[in-house]
């Protein structure tokens, strides 16, 4: 076992819902597969490019798959990997990835939502509690988000959450089809030391259910 992993994380009430991450289950193939299925062009141009067809890359066949490598990862303490849940039902991922311990001690922070939740503080509840959990039980000092400069509603999230920007990696990533530019934000321990869930709070952007 590796610090921080499985957790199940919240809840958390913003205006979409009661906001709550835990590990990913086998049994969240349907839902996962139907939300990535139905929302392509709200995800394809922000998601790392994958060899294959959307369709196939997403049935339902395709998760247990997936989350076996998720788990694995976890498993090993070399990733976070976690649902998010808003009134009990599946509505996207956030990943904790590429951990590395020693004297880094840091790791990457990705997110997705379903359009079915979208702007109603989800991503921003969900990210807000598992920093806290990789700044607590998982014992990490870094965490960072890389963007694309087009995409506004994600940094929108790392905005209100107080990521600071640090840079831009020019031709970072394979995002649909084309080395992308994308911004580097971030945050340590230092920067929270109340968290950042406590921050939600006190801005009336969520309450402790
Ligand atoms: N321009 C500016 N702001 C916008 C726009 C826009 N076009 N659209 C939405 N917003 C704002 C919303 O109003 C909201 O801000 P507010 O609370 O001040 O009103 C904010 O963006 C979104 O905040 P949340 O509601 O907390 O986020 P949400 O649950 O809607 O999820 C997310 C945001 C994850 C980016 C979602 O849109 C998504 O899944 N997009 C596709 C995948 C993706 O881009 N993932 C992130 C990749 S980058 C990374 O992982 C580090």
């Not at 139905?38 to 060899?51: G, I, K, M």
């Not at 991922?93 to 997110?111: D, H, K």
């Not at 940094?155 to 920007?165: A, D, I, S, T």
Request: hydrophobic share 45%; with cysteine; charged share 20%.
């Amino acid at each position: 076992r590796h610090p921080g992993w499985p957790a199940r994380l919240g809840p958390l009430r913003v205006p979409a819902g009661v906001v709550e991450v835990r590990a990913p289950k086998l049994f969240d193939a349907t839902a996962w597969s139907r939300v990535r299925r139905r929302d392509r062009l709200h995800l394809e141009s922000w998601e790392p490019t994958v060899p294959g067809n959307w369709n196939d890359n997403n049935a339902t066949l395709a998760w247990p798959g997936q989350w076996s490598t998720l788990r694995g990862l976890g498993r090993r303490g070399m990733s976070l990997p976690f649902v998010i849940l808003v009134d009990g039902e599946f509505a996207g991922q956030v990943t904790v990835g590429n951990v590395v311990r020693g004297a880094l001690c840091s790791a990457w922070i990705g997110y997705w939502v379903g359009t079915h939740a979208t702007a109603g503080g989800v991503a921003t509840a969900a990210v807000a509690l598992v920093v806290d959990h990789c700044f607590g039980a998982a014992g990490l000092h870094r965490l960072e988000a890389t963007v694309r400069p087009e995409n506004q509603p994600s940094l929108r999230v790392l905005g209100k959450l107080g990521f600071r920007e640090e840079g831009v990696f020019r031709r970072y990533l394979d995002v649909a089809g084309g080395w992308r530019d994308h911004v580097c934000f971030a945050l340590t321990t230092e920067d929270v030391p109340n968290g950042l869930v406590a921050g939600l709070v006190a801005g009336g952007r969520a309450e402790l259910v």
